[in-house]
């Protein structure tokens, strides 16, 4: 077990909703990345927060939006779905924003439909 | 944008031979890499890393090679065992804040 957890483990909702999907970061990690995950693929970075700040983006429009709060748990947020957001969502702690091994937690399995 | 690429997409290996996983990447300011294994239904889990300057890096069962002259990375598992099978994911990163997975191989042992 790797101490990183995310809520809920699936989740069904249906195109134009919005999302919002939580980590629990390993304690003491203050960095939490989130990635997508679509079947057969390797995970896409999304963002990275450090410290509750945006630390870095990837290809990934407006929509997908991020929090963490002070204790460096995190949030993602995803409006107006699309039917090709269906992925496992993982979100991944660190202990800070450099070259350094993050942990991953079992990811929210995200259905649109 | 980051290419990160494996050799094979599939892998078999008898139980308690030696596994070799390889991945190329391409740019040359790559910095940083890791090796993830991904089990059905969970995340990734670290298995190992190294950094640039080194050319190996070795953990229980597992070394990492590192040959930056051909941009070329791999993972050998030793002893390879059933609870080996899994997909494995070289990750590639030069900033810290965003990491680079490839599709992944897809290693199954046969007992």
């Known amino acids: 077990e790797t101490g990183v957890t995310q809520s809920p483990t699936h989740l069904i909702k249906t195109r134009g909703q919005q999302v919002t999907l939580r980590c629990s970061s390993q304690?003491?990690?203050?960095?939490v990345s989130w990635y997508q995950q679509a079947l057969g693929q390797g995970p896409q970075f999304i963002f990275q927060?450090?410290?509750?700040?945006?630390?870095g983006r990837g290809n990934f429009p407006p929509r997908f939006s991020g929090l963490q709060f002070p204790n460096y748990s995190s949030e993602l947020n995803v409006n107006a779905l699309e039917l090709d957001d269906s992925a496992l969502y993982l979100c991944a702690s660190s202990l800070g924003a450099g070259l350094t091994e993050a942990f991953f937690g079992q990811g929210t399995r995200l259905t649109v439909v | 944008g980051e290419s990160v690429g494996l050799h094979l997409p599939t892998l078999s290996v008898q139980e308690g031979d030696n596994s070799i996983i390889n991945c190329a990447y391409s740019n040359s300011a790559s910095d940083y890499f890791i090796w993830y294994k991904q089990e059905s239904g969970k995340g990734p889990q670290f298995i190992i890393d190294i950094r640039s300057n080194m050319d190996k890096r070795q953990g229980q069962r597992v070394t990492v090679l590192l040959n930056k002259t051909v941009k070329h990375l791999s993972l050998q598992i030793a002893a390879t065992q059933p609870g080996d099978s899994a997909v494995y994911f070289c990750v590639h990163s030069n900033t810290g804040n965003q990491f680079y997975f490839g599709t992944g191989t897809s290693l199954t042992v046969i007992p």
């Open positions: 927060y450090y410290r509750e700040e945006e630390n």
């Open positions: 304690s003491g990690h203050n960095t």
